[in-house]
C-alpha cells in the first residue's frame, strides 16, 4: 500500500456515501441507470471545539456525527433510488402524510437504540444473573466472559440473518465496492472498474471492525470494574446504567485502535484488525461493476486537490 487514506465510506441503498477531508459526496444510481451526486453539508465539531479532537475523546463525537449523517444518507438514498416511483405518487402524497412518515421514521430509529440497549445491555446482564442465581453464585467470575459471549452470538447472529435479504445484500455488495475503490485508490492505481475489481473486499478500517472492537474492549472494560467492584457488577439495576455510562469510553478505546490499524502494519495491529476483517465476509459481498461504477464517482468527488490532506 502506497497511502493510508482518512476517505472513508457507507454503503447505501443503491448507492455509497463518501467522507473525504473536506466535503462528503452521495452517489446513487437512479431507476434510469444515471448516477445523481449530491453533497451533504456537514461541519464537525471537533472543528469548533478542539477539546473534541483529543484522543478517545474524538472517538465518541466521531462515532455520533456517523451515526447521524449515516441516517440521514441513507434516507436520501431511499428516496433518491426509487425516484420514479416518488413521482408517479407525488400528487397523491400531502404534506401532513410525509410528515407523518418522517415521524414514523424517527419513532423507528429512536426504538431500534432502545433495542440495541436491550439486547447488547440488559439482556446478557439478566440471563447472567438468572444463571448465577440458580448455580448459587458460583459462575460470578465468568460474569464477563458470559456477557461477552451472548453479546458476540447476539451481533454476529443479527448480521449473518439480515445479509439474506435481497435488499441487505445489495447494500453490502455496495459495501465491497466501496472497500475496493478506496483500497485501488491507497494502491495509486487509476480509478477503473478493471482495476477496482481486483482488489481485495475486507478492509482494515472499517465500521464493521470498529463494531467488532468495541464488544471486545466492552468485554475487557467491563470485566476490569466487575473484577474490582463486584458489588456493582452484580446489582442489575446499578450494573445497566453503569455499562451505559462507559459507551463513550469504549468507542473511544476502540476508534483509538482502528486509528492505529491503519497507521502502522505489523503482526499486533493484524492481530487487532483480525475479527473485524473475519466479519466482513459476512457485511461485504462481491459487487458488480454498475456498483463499482458509483464508488468510483463517490471517491473522485471527494479526493482532495492536496495529496497530503487525506493521509492517515
Same mark, same amino acid.
Given at each position: 500500500?502506497?497511502?493510508?487514506?482518512?476517505?472513508?465510506?457507507?454503503?447505501?441503498?443503491?448507492?455509497?456515501?463518501?467522507?473525504?477531508?473536506?466535503?462528503?459526496?452521495?452517489?446513487?444510481?437512479?431507476?434510469?441507470?444515471?448516477?445523481?451526486?449530491?453533497?451533504?453539508?456537514?461541519?464537525?465539531?471537533?472543528?469548533?471545539?478542539?477539546?473534541?479532537?483529543?484522543?478517545?475523546?474524538?472517538? /465518541?463525537?466521531?462515532?455520533?456525527?456517523?451515526?447521524?449523517?449515516?441516517?440521514?444518507?441513507?434516507?436520501?438514498?431511499?428516496?433518491?433510488?426509487?425516484?420514479?416511483?416518488?413521482?408517479?405518487?407525488?400528487?397523491?402524497? /400531502?404534506?401532513?402524510?410525509?410528515?407523518?412518515?418522517?415521524?414514523?421514521?424517527?419513532?423507528?430509529?429512536?426504538?431500534?437504540?432502545?433495542?440495541?440497549?436491550?439486547?447488547?445491555?440488559?439482556?446478557?446482564?439478566?440471563?447472567?444473573?438468572?444463571?448465577?442465581?440458580?448455580?448459587?453464585?458460583?459462575?460470578?467470575?465468568?460474569?464477563?466472559?458470559?456477557?461477552?459471549?451472548?453479546?458476540?452470538?447476539?451481533?454476529?447472529?443479527?448480521?449473518?440473518?439480515?445479509?439474506?435479504?435481497?435488499?441487505?445484500?445489495?447494500?453490502?455488495?455496495?459495501?465491497?465496492?466501496?472497500?475496493?475503490?478506496?483500497?485501488?485508490?491507497?494502491?495509486?492505481?487509476?480509478?477503473?472498474?478493471?482495476?477496482?475489481?481486483?482488489?481485495?473486499?475486507?478492509?482494515?478500517?472499517?465500521?464493521?471492525?470498529?463494531?467488532?472492537?468495541?464488544?471486545?474492549?466492552?468485554?475487557?472494560? /467491563?470485566?476490569?470494574? /466487575?473484577?474490582?467492584?463486584?458489588?456493582?457488577?452484580?446489582?442489575?439495576?446499578?450494573?445497566?446504567?453503569?455499562?451505559?455510562?462507559?459507551?463513550?469510553?469504549?468507542?473511544?478505546?476502540?476508534?483509538?485502535?482502528?486509528?492505529?490499524?491503519?497507521?502502522?502494519?505489523?503482526?499486533?495491529?493484524?492481530?487487532?484488525?483480525?475479527?473485524?476483517?473475519?466479519?466482513?465476509?459476512?457485511?461485504?459481498?462481491?459487487?458488480?461493476?454498475?456498483?463499482?461504477?458509483?464508488?468510483?464517482?463517490?471517491?473522485?468527488?471527494?479526493?482532495?486537490?492536496?495529496?497530503?490532506?487525506?493521509?492517515?
Amino acid at each position: 500500500m502506497k497511502k493510508a487514506t482518512t476517505i472513508g465510506g457507507q454503503a447505501l441503498i443503491e448507492g455509497i456515501m463518501m467522507k473525504g477531508p473536506d466535503k462528503t459526496a452521495l452517489c446513487v444510481r437512479l431507476p434510469g441507470g444515471d448516477i445523481d451526486t449530491s453533497y451533504m453539508n456537514e461541519r464537525r465539531l471537533k472543528d469548533r471545539y478542539k477539546i473534541l479532537g483529543l484522543p478517545v475523546i474524538r472517538g /465518541s463525537v466521531a462515532f455520533v456525527e456517523s451515526m447521524i449523517s449515516g441516517y440521514k444518507a441513507l434516507m436520501i438514498s431511499a428516496e433518491k433510488s426509487g425516484y420514479a416511483e416518488l413521482e408517479e405518487e407525488k400528487d397523491k402524497d /400531502s404534506k401532513s402524510s410525509k410528515r407523518l412518515l418522517d415521524a414514523i421514521m424517527i419513532i423507528a430509529a429512536v426504538l431500534g437504540i432502545l433495542l440495541a440497549v436491550v439486547l447488547f445491555t440488559w439482556l446478557p446482564a439478566y440471563l447472567f444473573n438468572l444463571i448465577n442465581r440458580a448455580a448459587g453464585h458460583s459462575i460470578t467470575p465468568l460474569r464477563t466472559l458470559f456477557e461477552g459471549i451472548i453479546k458476540m452470538i447476539v451481533f454476529i447472529g443479527y448480521i449473518a440473518a439480515v445479509s439474506r435479504m435481497k435488499d441487505i445484500k445489495r447494500i453490502f455488495m455496495y459495501h465491497g465496492a466501496e472497500h475496493k475503490a478506496i483500497f485501488c485508490y491507497e494502491n495509486g492505481e487509476e480509478l477503473t472498474v478493471e482495476n477496482v475489481r481486483k482488489n481485495r473486499r475486507f478492509h482494515p478500517r472499517c465500521g464493521t471492525s470498529f463494531m467488532i472492537l468495541m464488544l471486545i474492549v466492552g468485554i475487557i472494560v /467491563s470485566g476490569s470494574i /466487575s473484577h474490582f467492584f463486584p458489588s456493582v457488577a452484580g446489582q442489575l439495576y446499578i450494573w445497566v446504567p453503569v455499562r451505559l455510562l462507559l459507551i463513550p469510553l469504549i468507542c473511544g478505546i476502540g476508534y483509538e485502535l482502528i486509528r492505529i490499524c491503519g497507521r502502522y502494519d505489523n503482526i499486533l495491529t493484524r492481530i487487532i484488525a483480525a475479527p473485524g476483517l473475519w466479519l466482513q465476509r459476512i457485511t461485504t459481498k462481491e459487487p458488480d461493476d454498475g456498483m463499482i461504477e458509483v464508488a468510483i464517482t463517490a471517491l473522485m468527488a471527494v479526493i482532495p486537490e492536496d495529496p497530503n490532506a487525506d493521509r492517515w
